[in-house]
Every structure is written in C-alpha cells, then in structure tokens.
C-alpha cells in the first residue's frame, strides 16, 4: 500500500506537466469548439453543439475526411509494401547504403515537398516532361496521388528503418532451424519471418497512420489543398479556418474532430498490439 | 516620441526609400521613426497582424494592409479612423476612384492608398495586330496565332486555388456585366457570375488555354509567357518590367491593355495593392504623428519616389501626369486608363471569411469537376451561411 502511494508522489510531476502540455490544451480546444468564436467581429458566444450540428452537414469536412482516410490508407499501404523489400535489403547492407536510404527522412518536409513541386511543375518539371500529357498538380485525381508519392517518398525509409530494427531482433537459430526442416525462402519468409514481424509492423502501421491522419506540410507546400479542395485534408481545413479565415469556434471543431478519429485509430492499434502474442 | 512603421519589402535597393523616410526625419525632428519589415507572403502578414492587433499590440504605429483586409480590420476596431485628418471627398478628388472605395466603410475612412496593383492584359505584337476588346476576338487572335505556330499556347491567366484565382474570376465576371456586391452582400450566383466562370472553364476546353493553368500562378504564367511561349497572358503590372528584360526571348514584342470583355468596352482588373492605416490601439500623442507619416508617404512626392525607384503604379491621379514619370516611366503613366478603371474585391468585413471557400468552388469549377451553376450556388450558401449567422 505504502509503495503505490510513494509511487502516485514519484508519478506526479510527470503527471502534471503531461496535464499541462497535452490534456489542458486538448481540453481548450473542445470547450472553444463549443462556442462562435471569431476575432475580427469580437464574436464569443455559446453555442453548445451547434458547430459539430454544422460540421455533419459540412460538406468540405465530408470530403476533407474521405481525403485524409484516403490518403492515410494508400499512402501507408504503399510505404509497407516497399518498405518491407527495403528493410530485408538493408539488414543485409553496410552502414553506407543504409545512411544513403535514410536521406529522404533526413530532408525537411517543406524542402522536399518543394523540391517535389518543382519536378511536378508543368512547365520546367522533370516528370512532366518524362509525361507531357499529365498536369500532375492541376487535375484532382493526379494531384493527390501526387502528395502520397511525396509521402511515401520520404516516410518508406523511416517504415524500412522500423522493420529492419525488427529484422534484427529475430534470433538466426529461428532461420537455421527452418533451413534445417527444409523449408524455402518463401516459405521461411511467411511463416518464420513475417510472424515474428508483426511487432514491428504494427509500430510502423501505428506510426505512420497517425502521421498521415495529420499530414499538413507536404501538401500544403505542393498544392494547398487545391485543385477544387481535392488534397484538403482535415488538418489543412481545420489551419484555413482557424489561421486565415479566423474562425476559431468551427476551426476548433475540425481541430477536436480529427483529434477523434486519430485517438480512434491509436486506441485501436494500442489494443492490438497489447493482445499477448499466441 | 517614438513611432513605427510595418510595411513589406519593397523589392529592389532599398535606398531611395530610406533617404526619403530621412527626409521625414528632418521635417520632424520630434519623432523617432523606426521601420519594420513584414513578412512578404500576404497571408502570412495577415495571420500575424491578426494575433498582434487582436492582443492589443501597440508596438506599431503606420502598418501597410493589403486592399482586402481594411473593411475587415476596420470593422474589427483595429484600425484608427482617419476621417478628420483624410476627409473622404478630399480623398476621392485626388486618388483613384477603386483605391478609395476599398478604404471605406459606412462612409469613414480607415486607410490611404499607398501604391496600387491591377490586373491588364499582355500580348504579343509580333504575333496578333491588336490587342482584343471582347473574349470572342481574344480566342479567335489567339487560335489564329497558335495555327501559324502550334507550340504557341493562346491565353495563359492563374487558376491555381489560390487569391489570385478570385481575382481572374471576378475579372472575367465583371467582364461579363456583372457584379459581386448586392446591397452590401457578395453575390456570386448570377447569370454573369455563370457566364464568367463558364468563359475561363472554356478557354481550357476550347484549348486556348492550357490545362496547366489550374495549378499556375503569377510566376509560373509571366516566365511561359516570357519565354515566348504564349500569345495573351493575364497578370500584374510587375510583369512589364521583367519581359523588358535584356535576357527576356519576348522583349520589344509585348503590349499591354485593358482585360477583354462581352461588350468590347475596356474590362475591369481586379484591385491589389497597399494602403496605410494608422494602428487604433496607438496612444492619442502618437496618433498625430502617425498621421503626419500617413500623409508624408502617402504625398504625390513619395508616389513618384515609388513609382521611379520601385516601379510601384500610384494611387494618386496626379502622379500619372508628372513629367518625371511620364519621362522615365512611361509604362506607368499609361497605365492611368487601367488604373482608373480598377475595381476592389467585394468591399464587406466578410471578404476574408468567404474568400477561402469561394477559391475551393472556383476551382472544381476551373477543373471541370462540377458545372459552373452548381460551384457556384455552393459557394453562394456558403457566403450566405457566413454573413447570415452573424
């Protein structure tokens, strides 16, 4: 009994300065969402659910949220897929190789995501002139998929960097004992290594989709969430609405809906992972 | 007594624009003036004067405010009235009609004109004989060039989702007889609203334009436009300057006049530019002064300094006749027509709110993504949502 109360003492300071950075502010914004707050009219009145009653309605939210969702899923989905044949690579590889991967992390999003716009460009770009016929930031459809190429350009090496952290946790005699029952690559690949995988992925998956849910930079810099809002994802609606149109109340709606979905998302993976391995 | 001055960079050496404010410095030996740099992106500068003047900053005195935000930070208190020193039909004598008009609400004035931006349109007089008065001769000089030469694209003009695409809007729907405030509301769904959008929708169907143009901006149009690439190119008066460039593949071949319209009469560009306002929350001792600046960088003198060193097109009527820039800078004193014909983005507190949400309809508009009826009529409830609920 004594011990869990010097506990609780020892826990405390923590405690509150988590308090204090993360649930005073999130706690903030969900009683600002709940009001008509906006500075250039000196506007602050309650208003209860009124703005999440507009936001069901809110048409741009619908497709800012179907952007994001899209986005996320594709976007992580990809950097797996390449990530995991760059990982087994890379646990082969020397120091040098694995540095020269890791440079799309390393490069700030903005840069990238500028240096992206330019290669994109439709008049100078490198890849409009490999397909001239394409106007990669100019169409709704090209233009999103060109922010997840953006995205996944520079997220797979740090996906590889988890799953090659995970490759090397798995002890040889599990692989020499496979070899020694006679099993082939590929099935050493799906029953040895991608079982004892599963951690890493889902810390990966975890990560990133948390990540992508929230992305901002990359696709702001690129397009601003245009053409006609098709790469407008939650966290650049909830930005336009609450740094340019001032809007605070409803700006802080969207802030507190996406905070939703992503502690949606983190609980759920945070379940799954905890599960005891079979 | 200390006083500061906001402004944005003005490009170029800034010298002359020092040794002019040192001329104030002289004249008013009692005031320690200071200036501060603004950031250069107009959004940015609008989310920080936004946190700052919300909080009551008085750590500013002059501020520079792009055209659309003074009906917005006027109603908001922000703005120190400037009626009593600036009388409004003083103003409208000796400015330019559209820059006043921007600067007022409910008949009181908050900001002066400081210099100004407008829309014209460029082309190339190698290649058309005339610059075009309607939009059915701009699409048939321009497919005419691009038949003689088909690397030529014929209309280049900003559609990025972006302020500028508001402006090639309203440009092309003022061109089409229309306008943007009804008793004080912005109105957008209308049958020139339509017809406007549906003019610029077409220019890419059509292949007058390039399809590029929806995610282009000012920059990304002036440099295809000045490597030769382009017959007409809608956009701002900084453009001249740089396709007279020695290296420019266009020099000596450009004219510039007036944006196109239904009627064949001149078309109206869209207003840009900078004013001056005094920051409300100033102490009464300092405002005097502030004023004082206001009137000094404001004056026809400090026009021509601009408008010689900076190539900045003035506000002032005056200035278009002075023989020192009709001698050095021609381009500008024949901008006077332009000029005067300029008109301001919806002038109502809402502009700013809605301006987001009608770029986003716009553009699915631009990109063929809905009919122009149906961007438009969300836009509208969206416009209508904002200014009703308050």
Known sequence: ??????????????AAVLAGVALVPVLAAVWLSLHRSIVVFHEHRFVGFGNFHFLLEDGRFWSALRTTAYFTIVAVAVELLIGLPVA?????????????????????????????????NADYGLLHRLAPRVDWLGSPWTALHAAILVDVWKTTPFVALILLAGLQSIPEDVFEAA?????????????????????????????????AFRVFDAIYVLTEGGPANATETLSIYAYKTLMRSGDFGYGSTLSVATFACVLVIGVAFVRFLGKPAR | ?????????LWGDPAPFHAFLDRFRRENPDVALRTETLPNASDVAREMFLTALEGGAD??????????????????GWLADLSQAFPPAKLREEFLPSTIEAVTLDGRVYAVPWFLDVGLLYYRSDLVPRAPKTYDELRDLGRAAMERDPRLVGFLWQGRQYEGLNCNVFESIWGHGGELLENGRIALDTDAGRAGVQWLRNSI???????????????????????GRAVFLRNWPYVWAEVQQPGSAVRGKVGFAPLPSISGAPGAGTLGGWQLAVNAHSSTAKRRAAERLVAFLTSREAAVELALHYSRIPARRAVYEDARVKDAAPFIAALLPIALAARPRPVTPYYELASDSIQGELSAAIVGLRPPSDALSRAQRIVDHLESSR
């Open chain 2, 205 to 227: 169907t059509m292949g007058l334009s390039p399809r590029s143009v929806t995610s282009s901006g000012e920059e990304e149009t002036r440099r295809a436009f000045q490597d």
């Open chain 1, 88 to 120: 087994l690579l890379l646990h082969r590889g020397r120091g040098l190789l694995r540095a020269a991967v890791l440079l799309p992390w390393a490069i700030p999003t903005a840069v990238s995501a500028r240096m992206w716009a330019w290669l994109f």
């Open chain 1, 179 to 211: 070899n020694v029952d006679g099993a082939g690559r590929a099935r050493t690949f799906a029953l040895v290594t991608l079982p004892l995988l599963k951690p890493a992925i889902l810390v990966a998956l975890l990560f990133r989709m948390l990540d």
């Open chain 1, 1 to 14: 009994m004594k011990s869990a109360r010097h506990g609780a003492i020892m826990a405390a300071p923590a």
């Open chain 2, 59 to 76: 750590d500013f005195d002059v501020f520079a405010i792009d055209v659309v935000w003074a009906p917005e930070f006027a109603r908001a």
């Open chain 2, 1 to 9: 007594m200390a006083l500061v001055l906001k402004h944005q960079p």
